[in-house]
Nanobody, 124 residues
Framework: QVQLVESGGGLVQAGGSLRLSCATS????????MGWFRQAPGKEREFVAR???????YYADSVKDRFTISRDNAKNAVFLEMNSLKPEDTAVYYC??????????????????WGQGTQVTVSS
């Protein structure tokens, strides 16, 4: 059974930082591309970042230069380091796994597995 479990969310002031983690089990982690998405109330789920191999990353323009995605294949985990947080970053953050490593996609419906999400709230 595949499981993705996010952690690290919380309440932070604008300009602050958080580090999200996503622990996975039940999948061949190193063969999956991993992504982070977020969903704010009343809005659609949106792409945040994706990592294929460790050096292959891609970010939404809204988070570029502020967020960093990384992975640890030995720990079957993916991380999202978030700096210079803004109130508009407030959302539930989800990690997701895509079995098609080679593509570069930002579409949520192309990911195979999802976590339950972790809330990030940035106060102004």
């Amino acid at each position: 059974q595949v499981q993705l479990v996010e952690s690290g969310g919380g309440l932070v002031q604008a300009g602050g930082s958080l580090r999200l983690s996503c622990a996975t089990s039940g999948l061949a982690f190193s063969s999956f591309a991993m992504g982070w998405f977020r969903q704010a109330p009343g809005k659609e789920r949106e792409f945040v970042a994706r990592i294929r191999w460790s050096a292959s990353t891609y970010y939404a323009d809204s988070v570029k230069d502020r967020f960093t995605i990384s992975r640890d294949n030995a720990k079957n985990a993916v991380f999202l380091e978030m700096n210079s947080l803004k109130p508009e970053d407030t959302a539930v953050y989800y990690c997701a796994a895509d079995s098609f490593m080679a593509r570069m996609t930002t579409r949520a419906n192309e990911y195979d597995y999802w976590g339950q999400g972790t809330q990030v709230t940035v106060s102004s």
